[in-house]
């Protein structure tokens, strides 16, 4: 988002274009629904580059919606959204904890 | 219920095999995200934080056993196995893919539904009161009226961009259910002894950011001018409404700003202008409207029945939810029956499949196949005989759906919030559900009778947080949920806008809060008043006093 500073870390989100489901830009031009495996940029450079991926990707009409979101890394040493709205957004409605990515990560948690 | 003829069917069908082609233009690639965006907001389609919403019309609250019985199979099929009905009388899916969508919209159109007038900057489903036809208050069946309406603004070509998007509501009794006044355009039918029938024009009502109780720009139009009235508001807001802003591009900020008078005498004189060539709603039109209203013959009964009255002395709580939740019918030996979709602790609006199958089935089976869905995010069954309300109240505790709390504390109103939306700053539906588990667990909603509770997750006021007596407006603080309240809102006949009580609570302090504002009614009122009447007659300061001390 425009409003994030440069400096703090990020990564880039959007809705897969069938389904609509939340999803996360990797390293490798891929889409995941796990945050936890999402690229984590640290400067404003590897965010442009990462939102040039997610355009093309837009491009071919696979995911809507693209946007850099806030995010930091976890004591586990792996990236999530920082704030309490991605937050939500990658894992379900908090009214619902059988909906969503929740769901399908909870049995192994 | 009213049927469909050629004309409508032809148009829904029409409009699906667009939507198809553009589904499949899209996912090809061939229109770009911007391209398609206003096509499926056009189509009911909207993509909010987790998935797509699919938001279905229901014209005026009114659906059958075959509709509900539809919307359960594609809660089933194309959704999570539930549906959430909407503070405007529609049934919102939370997870449909849009690969699947137009096969959805084909099987709603198998049952005359659609997602027409759901979205957009256009006139939007009109909504009506959902005892039309059956409370003995009205003076005539408000939905002809809200049908006609229906099909004139339907995908009318003047008024499909307009500045911002436009809500109707129709209503024909002296208690307003439809909170006609904080609406774009509020009509309240009667009957004049001198002028015959017509209604009060209520204009530029509205909630959101700025809120309006409409002012009245007209005590009585005449029923044959009312489309020719309606057009003539809606071009004077085409025209002069703000495009240079979405937050100040709706009705209400148009009449606000140029002040009702001068609003009022531009409406009058484009009407004077329109008129004398007017294509005024003539008589025949209306009347083949009333013919495809399939008007439920209702039985001659005594206006007791021995088998009701029994269960009523012996059954306690059958006796708790027939005094909370049902109303009186117009024809003897009949009742209206609301099903409250606020179970204790629960998410308000939200029914299962099955809970849906089983409304309908009761709908069938006892209430002359008909259903109404309510702005305050309830059903209702409005034709059915007293004798079968013990068996229907039976079937509906089972199913969970039997929660006697009618307009009571825990009978919340509230939006999808940050759980589901994308435009919220906070959640509203954990608020709602700590405040009824809390009521519920004091058991003392009875004690305080009428209060409503109203919680948007943003200012755009889904939730009607500005007419309820205790309203809740959740914002973002640097990341953090919280909470304003207001309080003395009203969305019935004596509308009002609720007041900020100070500064706002994190989400624990508003539950607490909202129970130091009811404790504190509980110790100020007089007699039998209710909490809006004691908070009109003594105003804010000793809410505030106990919210916020004395310093």
Redesign the interface.
């Known amino acids: 988002m425009a409003d994030l500073k440069p400096a703090s870390s990020q990564m880039i989100s959007a809705?897969d274009?069938?389904?609509?489901?939340?999803v996360f830009l990797t390293r490798a031009a891929s889409w995941t629904t796990d945050p936890a495996r999402a690229a984590l940029s640290e400067s404003a450079e590897d965010s442009e580059a990462l939102l040039g991926l997610a355009a093309q990707s837009?491009?071919?009409?696979e995911v809507?919606?693209v946007h850099l979101i806030a995010a930091s890394l976890r004591d586990d040493g792996t990236p999530w959204p920082s704030?309490?709205?991605e937050d939500?957004?990658a894992l379900?409605?908090?009214?619902?904890r059988d909906?969503?990515y929740q769901a399908e990560v909870r049995p192994t948690l | 219920m009213y049927r469909y003829d050629d004309y409508d069917q032809t148009l829904v069908n029409q409009r699906i095999a667009d939507f198809r082609d553009a589904v499949a233009r899209r996912l090809s690639g061939h229109l770009s995200e911007e391209e398609f965006k206003l096509i499926r907001q056009m189509n009911g389609v909207y993509l909010q934080l987790h998935a797509y919403m699919l938001r279905v019309a229901i014209p005026y609250g009114s659906l059958d056993s075959r509709q509900m019985h539809k919307l359960a199979h594609i809660a089933r099929i194309y959704d999570k196995g539930y549906g959430h009905f909407t503070t405007r009388q529609n049934i919102q899916y939370n997870w449909p893919s849009l690969r699947e969508m137009p096969d959805l919209l084909q099987e709603l159109a198998a049952v005359q539904m659609h997602a027409i007038q759901t979205s957009g900057n256009l006139i939007r489903n009109v909504t009506a009161d959902q005892y039309a036809g059956a409370t003995a208050e009205e003076v005539d069946d408000p939905r002809p009226y809200a049908e006609l309406i229906r099909q004139w603004s339907t995908l009318h070509p003047e008024f499909s961009f307009l500045p911002r998007k436009f809500k109707i509501a129709v209503t024909a009794s002296a208690t307003d259910r439809t909170a006609v006044k904080f609406h774009d355009i509020g009509l309240i039918l009667h009957d004049d002894p001198e002028q015959g029938r017509g209604f009060e024009v209520i204009v530029g009502g509205g909630m959101g950011r700025t809120p309006f109780v409409g002012p009245s720009l007209r005590d009585h139009l005449p029923e044959a001018q009312i489309l020719t009235y309606l057009e003539a508001v809606l071009r004077t807001y085409n025209e002069l409404g703000r495009r240079d802003n979405a937050y100040k591009a709706r009705i209400k900020i148009l009449v606000h700003e140029l002040g009702a008078e001068a609003f009022r005498t531009l409406v009058e004189d484009e009407f004077a202008k329109l008129l004398p060539q007017a294509d005024d709603l003539p008589q025949a039109e209306l009347l083949r409207i009333r013919e495809r209203f399939i008007v439920p013959e209702l039985d001659a009964l005594p206006a007791r029945d021995p088998g009701f009255d029994a269960a009523y002395e012996k059954d306690e709580d059958f006796r708790q939810w027939v005094k909370v939740n049902s109303a009186p019918h117009k024809v003897a030996g009949y009742i209206i029956a609301n099903i409250s979709l606020k179970p204790y602790g629960g998410i308000p609006g939200d029914i299962s499949a099955d809970q849906m199958d089983l409304v309908a089935d009761l709908a069938e089976r006892y209430g002359h196949d008909e259903i109404r869905a309510t702005h305050a995010q309830n059903l209702v069954l409005p034709h059915v005989k007293l004798r079968d309300l013990y068996d229907i109240w039976q079937a509906l505790s089972v199913a969970g759906l039997g929660t006697a709390n009618l307009d009571r504390a825990s009978d919340i109103i509230a939006c999808p919030g940050l759980d589901y939306c994308v435009l919220a700053n906070a959640r509203s539906i954990p608020i709602a559900q700590e405040i009824s588990k809390r009521f519920a667990a004091k058991g003392r909603e009875d004690l305080v009778g009428e209060l409503k509770i109203k919680i948007s997750g943003c200012i755009n006021a889904c939730g009607h947080h500005h007419a309820g007596h205790i309203g809740i407006l959740g914002v973002d603080r640097k990341g953090e949920e919280m909470y304003q309240l207001t309080l003395g809102g009203s969305g019935d006949e004596q509308a009002s806008i609720g007041q900020i009580t100070g500064r706002g609570f994190d989400e624990a302090g508003i539950v607490d809060a909202v129970d130091t504002v009811v404790e504190t009614y509980l110790g100020h009122r007089e007699d039998h008043e209710t909490f809006l009447e004691t908070y009109r007659r003594l105003g804010p300061a000793p809410f505030k006093e106990a919210l916020y001390g004395t310093a």
């Open positions: 809705n274009l069938w389904t609509g489901q939340v837009n491009a071919r009409a809507e919606l704030r309490n709205r939500i957004r379900g409605p908090t009214v619902r909906l969503g």
